[in-house]
């Protein structure tokens, strides 16, 4: 009988138990007990998001799969209430290193685009929620994308309504290495932010808000097509709604930022094959 292909779901698997192997060590201290690694972990949580589903699902789910649980290396399957307390365990230095590691599985240009979008931090129904009048507070997430492989180089959540020119300057400093040529819409029109690119060898490509003649022949003079690619980031934006859902189940706000830092590593893993 012919041997069956590697599904997509089996690839993305095996890419994130090797990701894990290279970020984290096999236990979190020597008085563990030895049950579940951390890479088992980590491969578990980053499936439950790529499925858009509950740890109860996904554990039952995993009981029809032999081949997933083969690549995972599981004997057994853990309980709802372990995962949970291992995603409370694992820091987001965890899931940032994981992050710049799954870049380096996509090629990159150095064109960078920077735009931020809203995730719902509930998900009762549009519905329901206009029915009852209640206002649903949004997070803020801002993504660093490059424009070839729409890799997701650095992503910055907060539950605020900070603007986009008060959140650039730390992205560009802490990526300085990988970013060339920052595109960016009106809203990143601030002069500090043009100051902090050019500091660290950021070419900035940021559209002017037209107060004069001045701003508008500025604008007519950007390179075009250099500045289309921008529209990546809208892509990549409506991509991680669409796959992987609009909304962050967590309650706590520590919890939702971990949550979208691993639907960032999701979304590097599944392009990357």
Not at 249 to 269: D, G, P
Request: charged share 25%.
């Amino acid at each position: 009988m012919q041997a069956l292909p590697k599904s997509r779901l089996l690839q993305f698997v095996e890419q994130a138990v090797h990701l894990a192997r290279r970020t984290v060590a096999h236990y979190s201290s020597k008085f563990s007990k030895r049950r579940y690694t951390l890479h088992q972990h980590i491969v578990l949580l980053c499936l439950k998001v790529r499925k858009n589903t509950t740890y109860r699902a996904l554990l039952d789910e995993l009981i029809e799969m032999p081949r997933i649980r083969r690549a995972i290396n599981l004997d057994e399957l853990p309980s709802p209430s372990t995962l949970c307390k291992a995603f409370n365990r694992l820091d987001m230095a965890v899931w940032r290193v994981l992050l710049n590691l799954s870049v380096t599985l996509l090629p990159t240009n150095g064109i960078v685009g920077i735009d931020a979008s809203g995730f719902d931090r509930s998900h009762a129904s549009k519905h329901y929620t206009k029915r009852t009048k209640l206002t649903i507070q949004q997070l803020k997430v801002t993504l660093l994308v490059d424009t070839r492989s729409n890799a997701i180089i650095d992503v910055h959540v907060t539950t605020t309504r900070k603007h986009d020119s008060k959140i650039a300057p730390s992205l560009i400093k802490r990526n300085t290495g990988d970013v060339a040529v920052l595109l960016g819409d009106k809203g990143y029109d601030d002069q500090k932010v043009r100051a902090v690119a050019c500091e660290t060898g950021v070419r900035p490509l940021i559209k002017h808000r037209e107060f004069s003649s001045l701003h508008k022949a500025w604008n007519a003079r950007l390179d075009a097509d250099l500045y289309g690619q921008r529209s990546q980031n809208e892509t990549v934006n409506s991509r991680l709604k669409r796959k992987y859902g609009a909304f962050v189940r967590s309650r706590h706000w520590w919890k939702q930022f971990r949550e979208l830092a691993i639907t960032c590593v999701v979304h590097n893993i599944d392009r990357s094959f």
